[in-house]
Structures are given as structure tokens and as C-alpha cells.
């Protein structure tokens, strides 16, 4: 096996992701602290064409050098807005007939494996901050919760982790 040359892979460039078909899950980002993270997501939802990105309470914005860090240049090309209540978003959301799913540990969650998206239908994925997670009032408001499942000692996934875990799964299933 020989590695490939990024001039092999065939990448988009950033007008071809903006006028490319998406796909239809959107990540909203509620009081997530660490840049890097906020990077991490933003590269995470440029691999698998993510619709868009909600920033929402303390979530920090681009232009940003730490975010940059990690980005690489996907918040460019991921569409993105800043929404400071979180709660508005989720209720524009379900407006617009959009799923809205929290990614939680909470009882009678849905644990990942078992998820099955519907044909046609958009998604909204709602993650939490680092050590508080998605607070009570979104879950309430949530369409379903998916809980990603965990078997060691810690039971506690990096942001930016749980977001490529999820969106990862939901994208085999659309595609």
C-alpha cells in the first residue's frame, strides 16, 4: 500500500461544498467551552457535508484562532450562525419539521445502534457542554435523546468525539 498525496484525494474545493447537495443533519452546539472542540466539530461536519452548524450561549464564534486550529479551514466552508438561546433554536427547528435529537445520557434514551433515521427526514443533533452536557430544558423539548453506548469505567466521551460518533452513524444510514 502507498499513501496517498493530498493532490490525489480529490478534495472539493470551497465554492463545490457550498453548491453541493448536504447532508440533512444540522449540529447544534449548546455552551460548549473548549475551542478546540468547537473546531473539532466544524472539520467533523465539513467530511460528511453537514447541512449546518448552530453555535449557541458561551459557544465561542469564528473567526478564531484557536477554532481555526483545529478547523482547518471548514468553518469557510460549513454554513454556520451564532444563536445565543438554545431553546430558540430547537423551537425554530421543530418548526420547520426538523427531528431534533439530544445526545444525552437520560433514561428511556435511545441507545445509537438502535436508531434508525426516517427516509426524508432532517435531523438536528444537540450537544452539550463538556461537563454539564445538554441541560434539562432542551432534553424536554427534544424529539428523542441518543445516547451513545459506553461500556469502560468512564461512560463520558470528548465532545468533539461523541459528534464524529454520531454523525458518522447517521451518515451511513442516509447514504
Known amino acids: 500500500m502507498r499513501k496517498l498525496a493530498n493532490s490525489e484525494l ?60 483545529t478547523a482547518l479551514g471548514a468553518t469557510e466552508t460549513v454554513a454556520w450562525e451564532y444563536v445565543k438561546d438554545v431553546v430558540e433554536v430547537v423551537e425554530r427547528l421543530k418548526a420547520e419539521g426538523v427531528s431534533v435529537q439530544a445526545i444525552e445520557q437520560v433514561e428511556n434514551s435511545v441507545m445509537l445502534n438502535d436508531f434508525q433515521i426516517e427516509d426524508g427526514q432532517k435531523y438536528a443533533l444537540v450537544f452539550g457542554n463538556e461537563v454539564k452536557g445538554v441541560s434539562q430544558g432542551v432534553v424536554d423539548l427534544s424529539d428523542g435523546v441518543i445516547e451513545i453506548p459506553q461500556i469502560g469505567t468512564k461512560h463520558s466521551l470528548n465532545i468533539a468525539v461523541s459528534t464524529g460518533i454520531v454523525i458518522w452513524d447517521l451518515f451511513q444510514q442516509m447514504r
Open 10 to 69: 480529490d478534495r472539493k474545493s470551497v465554492d463545490e461544498f457550498k453548491t453541493s447537495d448536504k447532508t440533512p443533519i444540522i449540529v447544534v452546539l449548546d455552551d460548549v467551552r473548549s475551542l478546540h472542540n468547537i473546531g473539532s466539530v466544524f472539520r467533523t461536519c465539513d467530511a460528511f457535508l453537514v447541512e449546518k452548524v448552530y453555535l449557541c450561549g458561551i459557544t465561542a464564534t469564528p473567526p478564531n484562532k484557536e477554532i481555526h486550529k
